[in-house]
Nanobody
Framework: QVQLVESGGGLVQAGGSVRLSCAASGRTFSRYAMGWFRQAPGKEREFVAG????????YYADSVKGRLTISRDNTKNTVYLQMNSLKPEDTAVYFC?????????????????WGQGTQVTVSS
């Protein structure tokens, strides 16, 4: 069983930066691929980024490439999402996810565990 707790969301101006953190419980955290999804009001949940258990494989959605960076620290059981050059269309609830697979996936159904989400609002 893995529990995920996100933090770091808030209100930021367009062009600004914010870093999201996701603290995971469980001794096998380092064996899980992790990721981030987001959901904006009235829209479907969408993939943002994913990272393999060792960090050697990373995927990004095309809409965030070059602006968002996913990373993990297995010694701290934490995964991060550094968000730079933020745009109003990045406004959403961001969810941390984990899968028992070693490689990340772009499909939400492939993830076994979800956090409660943290709100990121980008003002124009």
């Amino acid at each position: 069983q893995v529990q995920l707790v996100e933090s770091g969301g808030g209100l930021v101006q367009a062009g600004g930066s914010v870093r999201l953190s996701c603290a995971a419980s469980g001794r096998t955290f380092s064996r899980y691929a992790m990721g981030w999804f987001r959901q904006a009001p009235g829209k479907e949940r969408e993939f943002v980024a994913g990272i393999s258990w060792r960090g050697g494989t990373i995927y990004y959605a095309d809409s965030v490439k070059g602006r968002l960076t996913i990373s993990r620290d297995n010694t701290k059981n934490t995964v991060y999402l550094q968000m730079n050059s933020l745009k109003p269309e990045d406004t959403a609830v961001y969810f941390c996810v984990a899968t028992q697979q070693s490689q990340p996936s772009r499909r939400p159904n492939d993830y076994d565990y979800w956090g409660q989400g943290t709100q990121v609002t980008v003002s124009s």
